[in-house]
Structures are given as C-alpha cells and as structure tokens.
C-alpha cells in the first residue's frame, strides 16, 4: 500500500539557517504529493503541492520538487524565521483519493 | 468563505460510552473525509463520502465506529463503547472533486477526544 517515510525531528535551527526536511513515498502510479504545517494551536493546513513529477509547489518561502526518480518530495526554504516553527507533514493522495501522511516533523526556530 | 468547522472542539467521556462528533464541510464539497491523529503520529484516513456515500470505508478500525452524511453536507463520526485507545484528535476535511481527480483537502480544527 501507500507509505509515506518523513525525516524524523525534532529539528531546531537558528533565525536564517536553510531548512531541508527529507519525504520519500511509496505508491502505485502517479500520486499527488503535498506538504501540510499545523501551528501551535491550529489545524492542518496545506502549505503547497505538486501533482506530476518535475513539478515544484513553492509557498511561502518554501520549495519542494516531485522527483519520481528517487520518489521524493523534500521540503526546503532558504532562510527559516521564528514564524516558521510548527509541525509539518509530508502527504500523498495516490489511487485512493484519501491522504497518506507522514509521521510529521517538528520545527522550531529560535531567534 | 466558511471553513470546514467541527464540534465539539473537545469531548470528555468515559469508557463504555458514546460518543457522537459533528462536522461541517466547505459549502459545495462533495468529499468529505474523516481522519485519527495520535499524539504526535501523522493522520490516519478512517472514511471517505463522496456525497451521501461511503466511497471508501477501510480505515475504519472496527465495527465500534460508524459514519454517516444523510444529505451530502454535515457528516457525524459516532463510536460505540469507547475505549481509552480511541482517545485521539479526530480530523474532518472536505474537497472539490473535478475531473475525476480530488482537489486539495482542506482541514477542520479537530475535535480532540479523551476517553478516561
């Protein structure tokens, strides 16, 4: 079945560090591919997606690339702000239209 | 626009009881999905309506647990005879579906369920 592996946390980084939480999936043909982040306090929300390989989501500062090749979705950004810490959540949408998460990943960013 | 809103935002009860959890999806969705989040796990899929139906009830862990959307809007999740292990966040989101292809989810605030 479908399987998501996400790069385990927790991380911390500093104001300004560049930021790379590893995804890698397993799926039967061509899944959609999406980040979510949940906030202190908030709920799930999607922070960007790509839908074919080669495709990159970007929002928000960050960036991640369908790469069918290595079957990987990792997430990055540049230069990470104290705003940035949350959980985030590496997901697929393959043939089942439901989501297959990631274990989350938490951020958090000290200034 | 509204979200998708959930209620009760939080539910205490006891062991062996029952216990009902509402959601309220995007206006115009016609999938709707229900999700368990353990504390800090990722989602776990539990059913998926698309409109009045079950399209896809897989994730649902035994016949304890039961769903319904009578009209193709609101959805309830109801658990018989909790168990302490049910305690989790319990997930609502609704999509588009267009083209045969499911738009993005979007989340409900959760209802966080605690069984003592």
């Known amino acids: 079945g479908d399987s998501v592996t996400q790069m385990e946390g927790p991380v911390t980084l500093s104001e300004e560090a560049f930021l790379t939480i590893n995804c890698t999936y397993t799926?039967?043909?061509?899944?959609?591919l999406f980040w979510y982040v949940q906030y202190p306090g908030e709920g799930l929300q999607l922070l960007l997606k790509?839908?074919?390989?080669?495709d990159k989501g970007s929002n928000k500062g960050f960036e991640a690339t369908y790469r069918k090749e290595t079957t990987s979705f990792h997430l990055e950004k540049g230069s990470v702000q104290v705003s940035d810490s949350a959980v985030y959540f590496c997901a697929l949408a393959g043939s089942a239209r439901q989501l297959t998460f990631g274990s989350g990943t938490q951020l958090t960013v000290l200034p | 626009g509204a979200g998708v809103s959930q209620t009760p935002s939080n539910k205490v009860t006891e062991k062996g009881k029952y216990v009902e959890l509402r959601c309220d999806p995007i206006?115009?969705?016609?999938?709707l999905y229900w999700y368990r989040q353990s504390l800090g796990q990722g989602p776990e899929f539990l059913i998926y309506f698309q409109g009045t139906g079950a399209a896809d009830d897989s994730g649902l862990p035994n016949d304890r647990f039961f769903a319904v959307r009578p009209e193709g809007s609101v959805s309830t999740l109801k658990i018989q005879r909790t168990e302490r292990g049910d305690s989790a966040v319990y997930l609502c989101?609704?999509?588009?579906?267009?083209?045969?292809?499911?738009?993005?989810?979007?989340f409900g605030p959760g209802t966080r369920l605690t069984v003592l």
């Open positions: 799926a039967t043909g061509y899944p959609s």
């Open positions: 206006s115009g969705h016609t999938a």
């Open positions: 989101a609704s999509s588009l579906v267009q083209g045969g292809r499911t738009d993005t989810q979007y």
């Open positions: 790509a839908t074919k390989a080669d």
